[in-house]
């Protein structure tokens, strides 16, 4: 089969022929039909996450091997079983949940998979979607995706479930209480397009791009702002009758997150998702005075992806535009995307 792998950490993905992989035990083997490309897919390609302060952790000291195939998107069908695999037949179309845990710590015996110290995760520790099959290690990390656009749910395990699962950390807040959303690129569309199915505040989005802006307003925001704008603090923080109660940052960089604090309402909360990278300087005495919540949100859980699946189904979520590219665009796709010059999601697709 194909695959489009990292070879050299940051140099051009190649398309290498290897073999199909032979499912054993629980495995499941999944032919590719979509598989989303992500943003955090270009920190992988570099080979290393930006931690501030000129640290950085290197994906090879997290032990990840090359030749490499990204890829924590992926949607296919099911072509082969393991001898051990149950619960799904050949022919079925899934949904691969990737944010696996090693499934034997305490962690992952509390059900908290994504917060396991030994991840397995699809794509980013072993081998994902940029290729013709995967193989799934259990039929439990399938989900169904009937009823859903295939492109679509290919943006879902990652995307969508990161976007709808950092919402939800601001369910306590009432409708008379804004929520900021900075940075409108996949996730924060993706964001902005469930939001009213998760929240009943008055949604704002800032983005330094018009066209976001633009798209973000499609998307159903309420209000837009340039964040780059000279006094857009102030502004803001009067149009907000103090400031928003939650903060969603999807880029994760120095300027938007301070940015966030700034106009955050006492007793607001800030969720910091966007793994931009950097590091900003934070007043301590600022935290008990203004009795603020930081809190950082990574992807979501299995269950926040069969909710999101179902307020889909429903008709509730504005999709995010989706760009298809074919499967052996890749190496091309993921410069586009790091161009960042597109609005929406790449798919790639194989059918
Ligand atoms: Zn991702
Ligand atoms: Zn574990």
Redesign the pocket.
């Known amino acids: 089969m194909k695959a489009y792998q990292i070879t050299q950490w940051g140099e051009m993905l190649k398309e290498n022929e290897v073999p199909i992989p032979k499912p054993t035990g629980t495995e499941v083997l999944i032919k590719i039909r979509a598989s989303g490309i992500c943003h955090s897919d270009i920190h992988i390609w570099d080979g290393y996450f930006d931690l501030g302060s000129g640290k950085r952790i290197t994906l090879q000291e997290r032990g990840l091997k090359l030749p490499f195939t990204m890829g924590h998107e992926p949607v296919g069908e099911v072509v082969a079983l393991g001898p051990e695999a149950t619960g799904v037949g050949i022919g079925d179309r899934r949904i691969v949940y990737p944010w696996i ?8 015996e509390n059900g908290d ?1 994504l917060l ?4 397995i995760t699809v794509g980013t520790r072993r081998d994902g979607g940029y290729a013709e099959y995967l193989l799934a290690p259990h039929a439990k990390y399938l989900v169904s995706y009937d009823g859903v656009d295939e492109a679509w749910a290919a943006t879902a395990a990652c995307s969508g479930i990161t976007a709808y699962s950092a919402l939800k950390k601001l369910k306590h807040l009432k409708s008379d209480q804004t929520v900021l959303i900075i940075g409108a690129g996949g996730v924060g569309l993706a964001a902005v397009g469930m939001a009213k199915a998760v929240l009943k505040s008055r949604i704002i989005v800032a983005d330094v791009d018009p066209l976001k802006r633009e798209a973000a307003l499609k998307a159903g925001a309420d209000e837009v702002v340039d964040n780059g704008e000279p006094g857009i603090i102030k502004e803001l923080l009067k149009q907000t009758d103090g400031g928003p109660y939650g903060v969603v940052d999807f880029v994760g960089a120095p300027a938007t997150c301070s940015f966030g604090f700034q106009v955050l309402a006492k007793g607001g909360t800030l969720v910091v998702v966007g793994l931009y990278g950097g590091s900003m300087d934070l007043s301590l005495s600022m935290l008990p005075l203004k009795v603020v919540n930081i809190v950082g949100s990574y992807v979501g859980t299995q269950q926040d992806l069969v909710e999101l699946l179902d307020l889909v189904k429903q008709g509730h979520v504005t999709p995010v535009p989706i760009i298809k590219r074919q499967l052996s665009e890749a190496p091309i796709a993921i410069q586009d995307l790091r161009s960042g010059k597109d609005i929406g999601r790449y798919v790639l697709i194989n059918y």
């Open positions: 845990g090693c499934g034997v710590c305490k962690v992952c998979e396991c110290n030994e991840p």
